[in-house]
């Protein structure tokens, strides 16, 4: 099976994964219409830290006393989300930011205090450059009314699940799989080792064909690959200059559960 197919058949089983919570490549323009107003949106805590790489939601947003990574002195940031209507995917998608950092969020306000509302007409809304040098255009677009039926926004009980799901804690997943597996030392070995490269040279021991199927999945197009012309390394540095490592880290590890289970079997 190829892994675009494991892929969406993994996305498939689980019900919910990031699928739902859109995402903005570099120089990605997203059309999309609010479906709730910009004062209506939800507030979500996440967990945030770069090394060791942990993002999830804080289990106890309100007492901050029944949650391990309170407990453990994790950062605390608010994020703010939105159910819009995806004209690309035709679908209810999220709109997540933090309150933070590069944001289409200022623009979202200029509009709202422009106009009083942002559901009364389109938004395109473009990522310009990656990281932490990008930013967003936020462009209005014609006042018009919006009528569809399979518009309706998540709840933030919805939301909530979604995230959840989503961002699952990394430890607990880890420690599934040791249980599941029937481990020989020599793949905790293997396993110890994997953990401890960075995530680049993890890449770079990617297969020409892997390595082409995940810059596929981000959204790399199919002629920008072929002119790299089979030199892994030149598409790692490429990917590494266009996308951000949380990304690039949530693919590659979308990747290894197919692979551990491929181990399985
Ligand atoms: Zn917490």
């Avoid at 020599?186 to 401890?196: G, L, T, Y």
Wanted: hydrophobic share 30%; net charge negative.
């Amino acid at each position: 099976m190829d892994l675009i197919k494991k892929m969406k058949d993994r996305i498939a089983k689980s019900g919910t994964s990031k699928k739902e919570i859109l995402y903005f490549g570099k120089d990605s323009v997203k059309r999309v219409r609010f479906l709730q107003e910009l004062d209506e949106g939800y507030t979500f805590q996440f967990h945030s830290n770069w090394d060791p790489s942990i993002y999830e939601l804080c289990e106890d947003p309100e007492d901050h006393s029944d949650c391990k990574r309170c407990k453990e002195g994790i950062a605390l940031q608010d994020e703010f989300a939105w159910s819009v209507w995806s004209y690309d995917d035709q679908a209810v998608r999220i709109l997540k930011f933090k309150a933070s950092g590069v944001s289409p969020i200022p623009g979202l306000i200029e509009m709202f205090e422009e106009f009083g509302t942002i559901k009364d007409r389109d938004y395109k809304i473009k990522k310009v450059g990656s990281g932490m040098g990008g930013s967003y255009v936020v462009t209005p677009l014609d006042k018009e009314r919006f009528k569809n039926a399979k518009a309706k926004p998540f709840t933030e009980k919805q939301m909530l699940d979604l995230f959840r799901e989503a961002y699952k804690p990394k430890d607990d997943e880890e420690d599934e799989d040791e249980e599941e597996e029937t481990t020989t030392k020599k793949s905790k070995k293997n396993k110890k080792a994997k953990k401890e490269k960075t995530l680049r040279s993890k890449f770079l021991e990617l297969e020409w064909d892997d390595l082409k199927e995940l810059a596929l999945e981000i959204g790399v197009s199919k002629k920008t690959i072929r002119g790299f012309d089979e030199d892994e390394e030149e598409l790692v540095d490429y990917l590494f200059d266009e996308y951000e490592e949380n990304d690039l880290e949530d693919l590659l590890e979308e990747y290894d559960e197919e692979e551990d289970e491929d181990d399985e079997d």
